[in-house]
């Protein structure tokens, strides 16, 4: 597959996915971020809202997954991580696209020529982030941002074997607290 | 002290001292690497290749060091650390500059207004860089570069108990192998 495809992985509250859709703005082609969960739903058979809740997202699906006994077979998780994958080859070999989330840089990692980016900031500005852009009302939002931290890590090395936020998995990771949201998202739009 | 430095940290071999004597070049602010040692080498009376395998380039020096037991007081390696801490801090009282290397980063993280970058290649490339580059004529190049990537490590998590090369600490970690070094060199002296 010759397509060149931007994988942009990102901390909860960072703006990654905002970066996301500016860059794919900025070139003129598509941004698969929630349109995944949903091409996902539709080939799994599961709800969207349990999906988002079985991966990354998760609150109890992916963590228990990772612990349960596959001597009975394949968890619900693996199942969503094979049509993941499935999905995710798919949309690649459509055309060039930004896909955010979702391990795309791995597990195009052999399929797609790719420019793999991460995008981070520190936790006071993904807890002020959360709340002005999403509204969350949670009284703690720094340790909602440590917890999701916490799971996207733990799902990312499960998966892909890799240590998630290393700069050496990347071509590039920008911090958006210190460059601002824009300014990444020209950075990598010029880089393609 | 209002000063901004970039600094710029990077694994043996990924062209990362280039990448700072370019970006000092087009930004027309002085670059000190090699000049750090000497000034080191002024202060403390030791020589300038004692300082150079005492700490990040190590053969001995540091990692014996590290284990050392201390109530007999200060090693020869801790003595240099705050010699380097106050040579880092007055050149960065002079002016904006660019400094590789030497936890400048750290030495820095509350004195100066900083653009940290982080600078790294895998080891295929860096390999074949320091065979072509540096004329290396050793038999076992990418050996070479990976014991200088664990002691790099060993001693930056030593003295300022962070993770080296963990994307977080960085506002832009980027990889020289895929952008290529002079890439690199324009993206972050655009930034500044």
Redesign the interface.
Known sequence: MKNRIITISREFGSGGRTVGKLVAEKLGIPCYDAELISKIAQESGFSENYIKDASEYASGGFLASAFANRSFGPTNEDYLWSIQQKVITELAEEGPCVIVGRCADYILRDKADLLKA?I?A?QKFRAERIVNVYGETEEAPEQRVREKDKRRAAYYRFYTDMRW????N??????SG??GIE?CAE?ISK?Y
Chains 1, 2 share one sequence.
């Open positions: 991460f981070h520190d936020g290393v700069a050496q990347y071509d590039i990771c920008l911090n210190t460059l300014r950075i880089l």
